[in-house]
């Protein structure tokens, strides 16, 4: 009785201390073959400075299509993560049907907000149906709310493998939002002017975008006639210049200024045409104009970085469409066409920037030689398709070209290298070379750093509709979206993260879904063995149970 006594102790002060130590000592393990569930180190910190409750409202509850299902699920999951590592992060699933009404009620309410539905097509038991669903989070930090989008769009692909692509970065747009919750001091940007670039409203979209994350002002290097010292001194305090298709060539003083703000740690993205070719200048009574090589004056500055943007077209079978009027009169028809100088690239997915995004609308695009300079790394983010050629200049551009089948021999010249991304310890371009002015603290070499060169100026130009800007890489004419926006905001970010928190967007994640032709073939087979099996095996049980119970104590 005593070691009976003793054993009930020492097992209840077991448990107590067990109780105890569980409550001090947490931990989890993430047993899955791709660490889906283990969080970057990058993708914490986002969470860790976070003082007061962040709410989190994930609109996928109710009754959703299978596949989403799955992402409701991932996303929970991935929520769970980041609130283990901080209490304060707190969310719920909310159905947008149930608090608004009328699907057609929550549709509006929802659109108001700038948050989209997602059309899917549901095939059940050989019914098919349409389905709106809201992929959607909204994350709430003191007074600033950020919306995540969860599901991510790509040309040609199935529910499926959008749903798996979108779980691939829920980690990342997460990561991301709370990052955006977080910045305390934005860096700046400078839209640099005064070469005939881009106006501000073919901006606009883009830039918006981008506000969240930095600050933006206008930069002109008028300046740079009158005191080129000064307006360099001014230019280094932005950590990027973006140049916009500029139209106008470089002086040697203001490449110069741009050259030694390279070299002196800035970050630059270049959106370049070599070739000056409108689709507006087709639209005359004749249907043709010329192009001819556009001279920026920018020909020695990027050999120096080992890349060479030629004065040529890219013509690509795989190409957008445009939309021409046929017919005269009230009998017109505007119908789209497949526009050979329109390419339609699609990402290579080999880097944070390019991973997994819709493909690309690129206008009027130039080829770009990537010269064999081993002292800069260079990433080729985008090549025209293997089906492709190149069009020297000058030549004349007819409409007519959409009249005539293309023939595949002559696009024989393909995958051209179009978006360049250049990484490495920067030189001077005027290096060993006399300099356009005297500078005080000229700079030879500078310290790692980045650039992007686009052979395209038009890849972040968005449409206007009555005198307002569209989203980047919606194209009004045939009620298609592009995946431009995406890639031009990864690139910035690429650019000026210094977290490597955008790394997280190759992660890689494999998400097995059920096959729909086999669950239909085998319906009956599965529902018989969940349901039938049980009820046979304990029947079988008690009746087995009740004749070895008769045969031990019958008489």
Not at 33 to 54: G, K
Not at 57 to 79: A, H, M, N, R, Y
Not at 149 to 167: D, M, P, Q, Y
Not at 375 to 385: A, D, F, P
Request: proline share 4%; net charge positive.
């Amino acid at each position: 009785m005593k070691k009976t006594l003793t054993s009930i102790a020492i097992g209840i002060i077991a448990l107590v201390v067990l109780n105890i130590a569980s409550n001090y000592i947490y931990t989890r393990m993430d047993v899955t073959e791709d660490s889906r569930y283990t969080l970057s180190s990058a993708a914490l910190q986002t969470v860790q400075n976070f003082t007061n409750p962040v709410i989190i409202d994930v609109l996928l509850e109710g009754q959703l299509p299978g596949e989403f299902v799955k992402l409701q699920s991932e996303t929970k999951q991935i929520l769970e993560e980041f609130k283990a590592e901080n209490s304060n992060i707190k969310f719920n699933f909310i159905n947008p049907l149930e608090t608004t009404g009328s699907s057609e009620n929550a549709i509006a309410e929802m659109q108001k907000l700038g948050l989209t539905p997602a059309n899917v097509t549901v095939e059940e038991n050989g019914k098919v149906s349409q389905e709106f669903v809201f992929p959607w989070a909204i994350v709430n930090y003191n007074n600033k709310t950020v919306k995540v989008a969860l599901l991510k769009n790509k040309l040609g692909a199935t529910t499926e493998e959008r749903v798996t692509n979108s779980i691939q970065h829920l980690e990342y747009s997460f990561a991301d939002a709370f990052s955006k919750l977080n910045i305390k001091q934005k860096k700046r940007i400078a839209v640099i002017k005064g070469n005939g670039e881009l106006q501000d409203i073919y901006l606009a979209d883009y830039l918006s975008t981008i506000k969240e994350y930095y600050n933006i002002g206008a930069f002109t290097l008028d300046s740079v006639a009158s005191n080129p010292e000064k307006t360099l001194t001014q230019l280094k305090e932005y950590d990027l210049a973006l140049i916009a298709k500029p139209t106008e060539p470089f002086t040697d003083k203001e490449k110069y200024v741009l050259d030694q703000y390279i070299v002196n740690g800035g970050k630059s993205m270049w959106l370049i045409d070599n070739v000056s070719m409108e689709l507006d200048s087709l639209f005359n009574n004749e249907g043709k104009s010329l192009a001819f090589p556009r001279d920026l004056n920018l020909k020695d500055f990027f050999f120096k970085y080992g890349i060479r943007i030629n004065p040529a077209l890219v013509k690509d079978i795989y190409a957008t469409q445009i939309v021409l009027a046929q017919g005269d009169g009230n009998n017109s028809q505007y119908n789209p066409v497949p526009w050979p100088f329109n390419p339609m690239v699609f990402s290579r997915n080999d880097h944070p920037i390019n991973n997994n995004l819709e493909a690309l609308r690129l206008q009027f695009a130039n080829s770009i030689d990537v010269l064999n300079n081993n002292e800069y790394n260079k990433h080729i983010l985008y090549y025209s398709s293997p089906l492709s050629t190149v069009v020297g200049t000058p030549n004349i551009i007819s409409l007519d070209l959409v009249n005539k089948a293309p023939n595949k021999e002559e696009y024989n010249n393909g995958n051209k290298p179009l978006a360049v991304l250049v990484e490495g310890k920067f030189k001077s371009v005027y290096n060993n070379r006399v300099k356009p002015f005297a500078l005080k603290n000229n700079k030879e070499v500078g310290t790692n750093n980045k650039m992007l060169v686009i052979a395209d100026g038009d890849v972040i130009k968005n449409q206007i509709s009555k005198g307002k800007p569209l989203q980047l890489g919606y194209d009004k004419w045939t009620n298609n979206a592009y995946g431009n926006k995406d890639f031009m905001v990864n690139s910035i970010n690429y650019l000026l993260d210094d977290s490597g928190l955008i790394n997280i967007r190759t992660k890689k994640v494999a998400i097995p879904f059920l096959d729909k032709e086999k669950i239909v073939a085998q319906k009956t087979k599965w529902q018989l063995i969940n349901i039938a099996l049980p009820v046979v095996l304990t029947l079988l049980f008690g009746l087995i149970f009740n004749y070895y119970r008769k045969h031990k104590y019958g008489k």
